[in-house]
């Protein structure tokens, strides 16, 4: 499978600033997700991060507070605007690959906002 | 869209017991449904998958079965080992167009007691 890497792996923020998050790849992939953890919770899929166009955002996720960016197969960013505590998370990109629907995962950023 | 249910929401067990994680979902368009295992502090880890053409997969001490019918697929562990410690989240992608999308369960925290 493939190696993924995210940056910064934790980070602890001031509310009202912003955080962008690096999801790297090693090899080109057709899917690349955008997920968040709550502290206890399941998997909670933010977006779908298209390359060459703009996301595609689930319900109560939007793109002024989570944009997103992917420009090319093997790298995407996703900023969390404006943060308040509540948007303290663990934040994970996954890769699919090939025609199936298998994801894996990167190993997240922890994310405080104090 | 797609919901996952999951049961239940804590297990422990004695080593070398079995262990049985159940779902269900409500899309009968999904085809595919993955399991994870995320350790503390971890990333979560593909462990099994099975698509709707089969009803039943193994790998060494872990099975999925799939009730199509019934829409509900389980995960078997055999010969339970402390390192079997984890949360575990099943999932089901999202059929139609929304390719890629993974629908997450609420996790069942399994304790392996040696």
């Known amino acids: 499978s493939a190696v993924i890497s995210q940056k910064p792996s934790r980070d602890i923020c001031q509310r009202g600033t912003s955080l962008t998050i690096q999801c790297q790849v090693d090899?080109?992939?057709?899917?690349m997700f955008w997920y968040r953890q709550q502290p206890g919770q399941s998997l909670t899929l933010i977006a779908t991060?298209?390359?060459?166009?703009?996301?595609?955002?689930e319900s109560g996720f939007v793109i002024d507070k989570f944009p997103i960016s992917r420009p090319n197969l093997t790298f995407s960013t996703l900023t969390v605007s404006n943060m308040s505590p509540e948007d303290s998370s663990i934040y994970l990109c996954s890769v699919g690959t090939g025609s199936t629907d298998t994801q894996y995962f990167g190993p997240g950023t922890r994310l405080t906002v104090l | 869209g797609e919901n996952v249910e999951q049961h239940p929401s804590t297990l422990s067990v004695q080593e070398g017991d079995s262990a049985v994680i159940k779902c269900t979902y409500s899309?009968?368009?999904?085809?595919?449904f993955p399991w994870y295992k995320q350790e503390l502090g971890k990333r979560p880890q593909l462990i099994i998958d099975i698509r709707s053409n089969v009803g039943e997969k193994k790998d060494q001490r872990i099975a999925v079965t799939l009730n199509k019918t019934a829409k509900h697929f389980s995960l078997h562990i055999t010969e339970t080992q402390p390192e079997d410690s984890a949360v575990y989240f099943c999932a089901a992608n999202a059929g139609g167009t929304s390719y890629g999308k993974l629908t997450f369960g609420q996790g069942t925290i399994l304790t392996v007691h040696p």
């Open positions: 090899s080109q992939v057709t899917m």
């Open positions: 991060a298209n390359q060459g166009s703009e996301a595609t955002y």
């Open positions: 899309d009968s368009a999904s085809n595919y």
